[in-house]
């Protein structure tokens, strides 16, 4: 039986791992699943360098820098908030202007190995600095969640209606197995009995598991498509109203991403 039957992201294919290699019965591998599971609000992980490509050189020596602060590739975080902040600064160093950049200090000749000054710089591109860029930004997000949508050959909606079907199937099989279990206590071959109902209770409750991990993510990616749609529209709205898309400021701009907040972490 596949359990997993997805492209998941790496937190989740890291789980894989760690519930495949175990030599333990399933229980135990699914109290595994089930702590990797209870996160505070649905999250997907991408990696930056697969969805962004720099502007520019001077873009890309900021994200150098970035990388070797970070100790490794920076993340992209989904939620259905909308992408995390640190994950929009970093959006917003690969694609804004060279005058943006120099604003927020990465300065003029700046190079990859200037990390202590990238960490200045990224707290001041946490805010941000004009339509273009978070117009960019915002493309670049969709195109990335649609990305890692299409990676998956179910959709969240049949990933629902699996974990619906199969939890009543995998109770009555529990059920069953705790059954057998007793009438077999006492028994010189008790002990192997049940077995094949235990090996497929066990595996259908391995497969809830990642059900469940699965729609976390997908849940995660759906929101934040429809989070960064509203964002968008709203800065359009902004644009309309102003005359022009230069003469919307920063402070209007940070308002539009405040306004939809129901995480300090998201911006």
């Known amino acids: ?5 997805e492209n998941p992201s790496p937190w989740l294919t890291n789980l894989y791992d760690i519930m495949f290699s175990c030599s333990t019965t399933p229980p135990t591998c699914q109290i595994i699943v089930l702590a990797a599971h209870m996160l505070s609000f649905h999250r997907y992980d991408a990696v930056l360098q697969d969805h962004l490509k720099p ?3 001077r873009n890309a020596a900021l994200l150098e820098a970035l990388t070797t602060l ?5 993340a992209l975080v989904f939620t ?7 994950g929009m600064a970093a959006l917003r160093a690969g694609l804004g202007s060279d005058a943006e950049l120099v604003k927020a200090g990465w300065r003029i000749g700046s190079k990859g190995s200037d990390v202590e000054l990238c960490a200045r710089v990224m707290g001041r591109l946490c805010m941000p600095s004009s339509v273009g860029t978070e117009r960019r930004v915002l493309e670049t997000v969709l195109r990335a969640v649609d990305t890692c949508l299409a990676a ?3 959709t969240l909606e049949q990933d629902e209606q699996e974990l619906q079907h199969l939890q009543p199937q995998a109770a009555d099989h529990h059920q069953q197995q705790q059954q057998e279990q007793q009438q077999a206590s006492g028994a010189a071959n008790g002990d192997g009995s049940s077995s094949g109902s235990s090996t497929e209770s066990g595996n259908e409750q391995l497969r809830i598991g ?3 991990a699965l729609i976390s993510e997908k849940s995660a990616l759906v929101g934040c498509r429809e989070v960064v749609a509203g964002w968008q529209q709203q800065i359009e709205q902004l644009v309309a ?5 230069a ?3 920063s402070q209007q701009l940070a308002a539009v991403y405040e306004a939809g907040s129901d995480s300090e972490d998201i911006m």
């Open 241 to 245: 109203a102003a005359g022009s898309a």
């Open 55 to 57: 502007r520019g050189s």
């Open 152 to 154: 998956y050959p179910s």
């Open 70 to 74: 970070t100790g490794g590739p920076p």
């Open 247 to 249: 003469a919307v400021t």
């Open 1 to 5: 039986m596949n359990v997993c039957g």
């Open 80 to 86: 259905p908030y909308g992408p995390d902040v640190t």
């Open 210 to 212: 990642v059900l469940r």
